[in-house]
């Protein structure tokens, strides 16, 4: 089974207004990260926010929120007042085990997002 | 990108040479990741190493790829006789604080 799972096709959204972008997750670990990863057609990848599996809140960051969903295991990613250029892949992704732990990221096949003027 | 630093950003290789990609985490810590994204495709993790240490490698094909993290020195994701199959985006990553990891900008390899 994949353990990120990004089924949305290609989104569009206007100018100015919110837009969400899908991510569920399967782990049986009780301690996970959830990661959001920004990659604009320069091909670099950007971090954008992130969400502990004991966090009490929703992690937000300026426009980004993050919408935890723990029973559902999902972990949506809210973009506000879009931009053009939100206009990018972005990529869910996971951190199974312990802080401080082996790190290493599982990733999501990514959505591509376009912003219209 | 705070900080972790790759080289080169492209690299084009004819197929059968060899390809070497460098590393260098964030300032002050001793481990990096290295991922490979194939066209279309999200990463995919390959080798964890600290230095002088392997740690995770279960992500890296068993043959022609190595990599290696010295005492001194950048890591080094090393592909012995490339093939087209190989052409990929390979970035590295280091993680400073539970919540965060940070990647590089990247190499692009291109097999010729």
């Known amino acids: 089974a994949q353990k990120i799972t990004q089924t949305q096709p290609g989104m569009f959204v206007q100018e100015k207004e919110a837009v969400t972008l899908d991510c569920t997750y399967d782990t049986s670990d009780p301690s996970y990260g959830l990661f959001w990863y920004k990659q604009p057609s320069s091909g670099e990848m950007i971090f954008l926010i992130y969400q502990g599996s004991y966090d009490q809140q929703n992690a937000t960051e300026g426009r980004y929120s993050l919408n935890f969903q723990k029973a559902r295991k999902s972990a949506n990613l809210v973009i506000s007042a879009s931009q053009l250029g939100d206009s990018a892949m972005y990529f869910c992704?996971?951190?199974?085990?312990?802080?401080?732990?082996?790190?290493?990221?599982?990733f999501g096949k990514g959505i591509t997002l376009s912003v219209r003027p | 990108n705070a900080g972790v630093m790759q080289n080169p950003r492209h690299l084009v290789r004819r197929r059968g040479q060899e390809a070497r990609l460098r590393c260098s985490p964030m300032k002050g810590h001793s481990h990096v990741y290295w991922y490979r994204q194939l066209p279309e495709e999200g990463l995919k993790f390959m080798v964890y190493?600290?230095?002088?240490?392997?740690?995770?490698e279960s992500g890296m094909p068993k043959e022609r790829f190595s990599a290696e993290f010295p005492k001194e020195g950048p890591s080094i994701l090393r592909i012995q006789q490339v093939v087209r199959g190989d052409s990929a985006a390979y970035f590295c990553?280091?993680?400073?604080?539970?919540?965060?990891?940070?990647f590089g900008q990247g190499t692009r390899l291109t097999v010729v």
């Open positions: 190493l600290q230095k002088e240490n392997i740690i995770d």
């Open positions: 990553a280091s993680s400073p604080r539970d919540r965060e990891a940070f």
């Open positions: 992704a996971m951190r199974e085990g312990l802080a401080g732990a082996n790190s290493k990221l599982t």
